[in-house]
């Protein structure tokens, strides 16, 4: 089992692009959890979600941010017209089926903003 | 409101030497608290829950409601202790959407 994989490692896009990261959870793990780290700072919940279902999105900001955990697929964060101040560390977990169950974090995808 | 507060930015110590690194939290209920830590070029991993009660690496943390602190503790430090520690909680609402704290760098010298 090669763990949870984001990709890509880093990414870097001008204002006003769009940047789309990508997490495969672990195998047998169906609960995606999206964090999202700014410099000096700890983690901070994003997006819960299960397969085709957003189960929490209270840590996303309003506007230009959105999820998705498809059927088949990765699952996906995209960010339309990025700001300077969406650069920081995105980092993707995932736990099995059970609730409250361990997550289980991927590297991450370092996003800069130039 | 939800909240971990961690202190220390860094803490330094030699090898051999005792480690508290600092906790506290506020929540409004029965939150589960945890110690993740990330060494270098590795990713974030969980290190100990308060509900196992386990030791891990030679590290343990006692959850002290009245104080509402979840130390992290080890008697005698090892040079690869050195790593990043987050403190974290989640609350009991059937999943878990962890709040954690800015981190400690924990730097153990020879």
């Known amino acids: 089992n090669a763990g949870v994989m984001q990709n890509p490692r880093h990414l870097v896009r001008r204002r006003g692009q769009e940047a789309r990261l990508r997490c495969s959870p672990m195998k047998g793990h169906s609960h995606v959890y999206w964090y999202r780290q700014l410099p000096e700072e700890g983690l901070k919940f994003m997006v819960y979600l299960q397969k085709e279902n957003i189960i929490d999105e209270s840590g996303m900001p309003k506007e230009r941010f959105s999820a998705e955990f498809p059927k088949e697929g990765p699952s996906i964060l995209r960010i339309q017209q990025v700001v300077r101040g969406d650069s920081a560390a995105y980092f993707c977990a995932s736990s099995p089926i059970t609730d409250g169950d361990e997550q289980y974090f991927g590297p991450g995808t370092r996003l800069t903003v130039t | 409101a939800q909240r971990v507060t961690q202190p220390e930015k860094l803490l330094s110590v030699f090898k051999g030497a005792p480690v508290e690194l600092k906790c506290n939290y506020s929540?409004?209920?029965?939150?589960?608290l945890f110690w993740y830590v990330q060494y270098s070029r590795q990713r974030l991993q969980l290190l100990l829950r308060h509900i196992s009660r386990e030791s891990i690496k030679g590290f343990t943390a006692d959850l002290n409601k009245g104080e509402t602190s979840f130390h992290l503790k080890k008697p005698f430090a090892q040079e690869e202790d050195s790593a990043m520690y987050y403190c974290a909680l989640s609350g009991r609402t059937g999943f878990q959407k962890l709040v954690f704290g800015t981190g400690t760098r924990l730097l153990v010298s020879p």
């Open positions: 929540y409004s209920g029965s939150p589960e």
